[in-house]
């Protein structure tokens, strides 16, 4: 195989995967339960099925599997599966298409956290772009009145979303920690820790509808195991700007899925606060200057 024809097949596997989690808000608003519910269920069958393929495709055991790992992926672990829980809550309070978009504010909470927590400095150029997509949000919000008064689930919905996006930064700075491990290692770390953090807070006696567990086994094997297994054997091979431009796939089929299953379209304010919402991401992750540089001549 040709670096031309690996490269396209990893973009083709890495579009792929991002669309099975794309999809994974129409699942969860069709399976009918609550968000603590399915992320429990998730973070378990996803541990399974990853469980399975780590040990029959030979990743596991991993020699990368050391204390300090465990620790940093139980970590960000458990901030992966409360931004889960947050971002499904929020599905459930607003719209999949809303709380997608607000969701995918997580680069700037990374940028900013790792200002905190790993002291890394924030460029002007970045402060540009972080206003910009704030402004996004702010648009993407679609916090409307109603009767004269703001709808206070909505409103919360969209704190809730905002809270998760800001949760997940923390599973992105801790995994810039974790060296040399597999990134399907890192995942069955999070899903098992998921599973055990959200067991106290399960119904375990519930009865669940025979249509709803196949939604469950749905997210946790087709949107968690292979969709994750197909996205990091495709990042080694795809170019750092392409991997940013694919990133949008997610939202996309999330806010076509929102309409296809639900017909539930956004509206000219969501669709500016998107788009200002994009152009600030691709600015961070590809160190866009939004103004011309300052050259001598010589």
């Known amino acids: 195989m040709t670096d ?9 596997k890495l579009a792929f995967g991002l669309m099975l989690i794309g999809t994974v808000g129409a699942a969860v608003v069709a399976s009918g339960l609550d968000a603590i519910t399915v992320v429990f269920w998730r973070s378990v ?13 030979g990743i596991l055991p991993d ?29 459930l309070m607003t719209s999949i298409s809303t709380a997608t978009i607000l969701f995918h504010t ?7 956290l790792s200002a905190v927590i790993l002291k890394e400095r924030i460029s002007r150029a970045q402060m540009a772009w972080l206003c910009m997509a704030f402004v996004g949000v702010a648009l993407a919000s679609n916090l409307t009145l109603s009767s004269g008064e703001l709808d206070p689930d909505w409103a919360s919905g969209v704190l809730i979303l905002l809270g998760g996006a800001l949760v997940y930064a923390v599973t992105a700075v801790a995994g810039k920690e974790l ?33 709803s567990w196949s939604f469950l086994v749905m997210i946790g094997v087709l949107q968690t195991g292979v969709a994750w297994v197909m996205v990091y054997s495709a990042y080694p091979h795809v170019s750092t700007p392409l991997i940013a431009v694919l990133s949008f796939v997610n939202p996309m089929t999330a806010i076509l899925s929102d309409w296809y299953f639900y017909g539930h379209l956004i509206g ?9 919402i ?21």
């Open 4 to 12: 031309q024809t690996q490269s396209t097949t990893a973009a083709l």
């Open 45 to 57: 069958v996803g541990a399974i099925f990853l469980a399975v393929w780590c040990l029959a495709t």
């Open 63 to 91: 020699r990368s599997l050391t204390r300090r790992n465990l620790m940093l992926g139980a970590v960000a672990g458990v901030s992966l599966v409360l931004s889960w829980a947050a971002f499904f809550q929020g599905i």
């Open 106 to 112: 997580q680069p700037f909470w990374i940028v900013l």
């Open 179 to 211: 060296r040399g491990q597999r990134g399907e290692v890192t995942t069955l770390i999070q899903t098992v820790a998921g599973a055990l953090i959200f067991l106290p807070f399960v119904n375990l006696s519930q009865d669940i509808a025979l249509p």
């Open 268 to 276: 000219l304010a969501q669709t500016a606060g998107m788009a200002l």
């Open 278 to 298: 994009v152009i600030g991401t691709l600015g961070v992750k590809l160190g866009w200057q939004p103004w011309p540089t300052n050259r001598s001549v010589t």
